[in-house]
């Protein structure tokens, strides 16, 4: 299957920092995706990239679509406690339907 | 609104028993997937189901096999299970199979150990 190569693979931040993760792939993709998940409970999407270079806001959180196609960044502004949590990146290659999911990024955030 | 639910939330397992874990949709979700996630590793999908029948798979083997009812809520069965199919089982609902991914609501998901 497609290997998403996830960095950071953790972070400990202190409160009030900028945060930068990425993800990258082997081959094109066509939809990137960027969820967070917290202890017991699945993953929340937070951003959905469906085009290259495409630049989308959530809060303080800012998702890009790489222009190759084949990476993803997201950014998170003044960072808080409860931006504590997992990170993935998800994309769907530009062949078939399934989404892939990166191997996380571990979010500490010292206040 | 009740969101995905999942059961049970924990189980424990040996070598070659079979396991049946539940889903159950958010409310006006008909598509449901399931996703397995080891742990320290992202979600890797297993299958989707729509109109009880299977319309995508991952790279699992056979012995992962899924059912759809036709009140949309879905199980997903484990035979002959091997120690490295422990892992949070996690089932995620949509509104139809070529969902746009901001309607892809996760549920909790279900521990399963393997002993």
């Known amino acids: 299957g497609q290997q998403l190569n996830q960095s950071p693979q953790s972070m400990f931040i202190q409160e009030g920092e900028d945060v930068s993760m990425n993800c990258t792939s082997s081959?094109?993709?066509?939809?990137w995706l960027w969820y967070k998940q917290e202890p017991g409970e699945g993953p929340v999407l937070l951003i959905a990239l469906y085009k290259a270079g495409e630049l989308t806001s959530n809060g303080r959180l800012t998702a890009q679509f790489g222009i190759t196609r084949k990476d993803s960044f997201l950014n998170i502004s003044a960072s808080i406690p409860s931006d504590v949590g997992i990170y993935f990146c998800?994309?769907?290659?530009?062949?078939?339907?399934?989404?892939?999911f990166g191997t996380g990024t571990s979010l500490t955030v010292i206040p | 609104d009740a969101g995905v639910t999942q059961s049970p939330t924990h189980l424990i397992k040996t070598r070659g028993q079979q396991v049946t874990l539940r889903c159950s949709p958010k409310s006006g979700h008909d598509t449901v997937s399931w996703y397995q996630q080891a742990l320290g590793q992202g979600p890797q999908f297993i299958f989707q189901?729509?109109?009880?029948?299977?319309?995508q798979r991952g790279n699992f083997p056979d012995r992962f096999s899924g059912h759809q009812f036709p009140n949309y809520s879905s199980e997903l069965n484990v035979n002959a299970l091997l120690l490295g199919d422990s892992a949070l089982y996690l089932c995620a609902s949509s509104s139809g199979p070529y969902y746009s991914y901001n309607e892809q609501f996760f549920g909790p998901g279900t521990r399963l150990t393997v002993l």
């Open positions: 081959s094109i993709f066509n939809t």
């Open positions: 998800a994309g769907q290659p530009i062949t078939g339907n399934q989404f892939y």
């Open positions: 189901y729509y109109e009880e029948e299977e319309r």
